[in-house]
């Protein structure tokens, strides 16, 4: 599968952006889901995540209650609506897919930067 992310860009804090991937094949319904980021001279952190289902999501700590992952099968989509943006959250933002018995995320998007004004 080839992921394709997009949707980021320069917002103020406490603004919203909706980022967007695209992934290509059939089988997009039966991938589990995830976004990451990385911040400059950070690691890659997990956002969070969602089942092939569209169930049991799962988000950081950091960004509860502010980020919601969520999918749409039909459109071969995943999307991460951003909302209450903080300049911490300013990072390139990674959509990444679980294929099933995979361990870990093996398909990686190319990346969309986020970044937040003070």
């Known amino acids: 599968v080839q992921l394709q992310a997009f949707g980021g860009g320069l917002v103020q804090a406490g603004g919203s952006l909706r980022l967007s991937c695209a992934a290509s094949?059939?089988?997009?319904?039966?991938?589990?889901m995830a976004w990451f980021r990385q911040a400059p001279g950070k690691e890659r952190e997990f956002v969070g995540s969602?089942?092939?289902?569209?169930?049991?999501?799962r988000h950081a700590d950091s960004v509860k209650g502010r980020f919601t992952i969520s999918r749409d099968n039909a459109k071969n989509t995943v999307y991460l609506q951003m909302s209450s943006l903080k300049p911490e959250d300013t990072a390139v933002y990674y959509c990444?897919?679980?294929?099933?018995?995979?361990?870990?995320?093996?398909?990686w998007g190319q990346g969309t930067q986020v970044t937040v004004s003070s």
């Open positions: 094949g059939r089988t997009f319904s039966t991938y589990d």
């Open positions: 990444a897919a679980r294929s099933a018995g995979a361990n870990g995320y093996n398909y």
């Open positions: 969602l089942r092939w289902s569209g169930g049991s999501t």
